[in-house]
C-alpha cells in the first residue's frame, strides 16, 4: 500500500519532517515489542525500524 499526504496537509515542510515506521505482520502480541523476534514477519527486524 502506498499513501501521499502532502506536507501542507498536516502542517509541515520538507525541513521539518521526519518518519519512522515498521511493516509487520502475523505477530501475535502487538503490544509486546519482544513478540517480533518470534513470530510473524517484520522489516526491519526486532526493535529497528526505517527512518526517513
Not at 501542507?8 to 501475535?28: P, S
Not at 514477519?41 to 526517513?52: E, K, T
Request: glycine share 6%; proline share 4%; hydrophobic share 45%.
Amino acid at each position: 500500500m502506498q499513501v501521499a499526504v502532502p506536507l501542507q496537509a498536516i502542517g509541515l515542510t520538507a525541513n521539518q519532517v521526519a518518519l519512522e515506521f515498521k511493516v509487520a505482520d502475523h505477530v501475535t502480541k502487538y503490544d509486546d515489542i519482544m513478540d517480533y523476534y518470534i513470530t510473524g514477519d517484520s522489516a526491519p527486524i526486532g526493535r529497528m525500524n526505517f527512518a526517513y
